[in-house]
């Protein structure tokens, strides 16, 4: 099969479109025919190495992945051949405490599809049986792909983590990210205010387009000042936080009392500052969130078909340009996910 992948860790000039073997199958595996692979900044980070990870080399990213079931293992009696899927990200040892009682993202052995195991940069991958389940009827494969792992994080931060109710005020940091742009349109699809940020006005009138009700760009306004002028200096009730360094300290402080904010990633750098006096005095709550179980997943999935929520694909690319995805995504040019059509 043809795969994209890394010899070592390094720059994007470490990712080689090259032939590989096809993966071989255990008992209870599934074999997918990959159509598309969206890009996350976890494959940037696995590219680059990250400290105490160690990657089998050579090695083959790519979280995201829907595609067709090409063959299964000889256990699996409950995926047809043929059937379009995506593929929960998530992978666990199904036999743990965490695993049986429904929070598998919290298995010791957890980890994520493209980060330890060979992921979607390829025309094949393999997956446990349980990790597939059946893509949107009305979706396409690129479509599909934008989905399981940002709304799943998205949907575990708001629903599982911060409990959004009607009514509240929520910020999301970064709408033009995967998990800003999933986060927007799921907190209104709780009934709750929406305030975000970007670097452009052109991406916050996509954000706009997906629900957001209040619009700050963040190059032009200090965002706590913007903050405490929309909500009448009360702050906000959540902040959807996954930018880390350049954000954290001024996400806590546009908290209002019994605020909650939940982070799920640092993509501006893990160090962040914060006065545990404010912390302790407005009785907040900071959250952390780690991408979320499979059960929450097959949930967010039951609203793609309404159309209450909806991918966003900013572009899709062929595997042989894996290398000028990930461009793209480093330089934060992408409004959504950028996808690899297979």
Request: charged share 20%.
């Amino acid at each position: 099969m043809k795969a994209v992948r890394i010899h070592q860790h390094g720059d994007i000039d470490q990712l080689r479109y090259e032939d590989a073997p096809d993966p071989e199958l255990s008992p209870s595996d599934v074999l997918v025919r990959v159509k598309a692979c969206a890009l996350n900044h976890l494959d940037i980070w696995t590219r680059q190495g990250r400290a105490g990870v160690k990657v089998p080399m050579p090695h083959i990213l790519g979280s995201d992945v829907a595609g067709v079931v090409e063959a299964v293992g000889n256990a699996v009696t409950d995926t047809p051949i043929g059937m379009p899927v995506v593929v929960s990200p998530g992978i666990s040892c199904g036999k743990c405490e965490a695993c049986l009682s429904g929070q598998d993202n919290l298995c010791p052995s957890y980890n994520i599809l493209g980060t330890i195991t060979d992921g979607g940069y390829a025309e094949l991958v393999k997956v446990p049986a349980v990790n597939v389940l059946a893509k949107p009827l009305d979706l396409t494969f690129e479509e599909a792909a934008a989905v399981p792992l940002v709304f799943l994080t998205a949907w575990h931060m708001l629903v599982g983590r911060a409990r959004v109710q009607p009514g509240e005020t929520v910020l999301v940091q970064a709408a033009g990210s995967g998990v800003g742009s999933a986060a927007i349109q799921i907190a209104k699809l709780f009934n709750a205010r929406v305030i975000t940020t970007a670097s452009s006005d052109e991406k916050l009138e996509k954000a706009r387009q997906l629900g957001a009700d209040e619009l700050i760009n963040y190059v032009q306004k200090d965002f706590q000042t913007e903050v405490r002028r929309l909500t009448t200096g009360q702050g906000v009730d959540v902040v959807i936080e996954h930018v880390g360094a350049a954000t954290f300290e001024n996400s806590v402080r546009v908290l209002a009392r019994n605020g909650r904010l939940v982070t799920c990633g640092a993509t501006a750098g893990p160090e962040a500052n914060i006065d545990l006096r404010y912390v302790f005095s407005r009785h907040l709550n900071i959250l952390g969130s780690y991408m979320g179980s499979k059960a929450e997943l097959i949930e967010v999935l039951k609203f793609f078909p309404t159309g209450q929520l909806k991918p966003v694909v900013y572009q899709a690319l062929p595997l042989s340009e894996a290398a000028l995805a990930q461009e793209l995504m480093q330089d934060r040019r992408n409004f959504g996910k950028i996808v690899l059509s297979i």
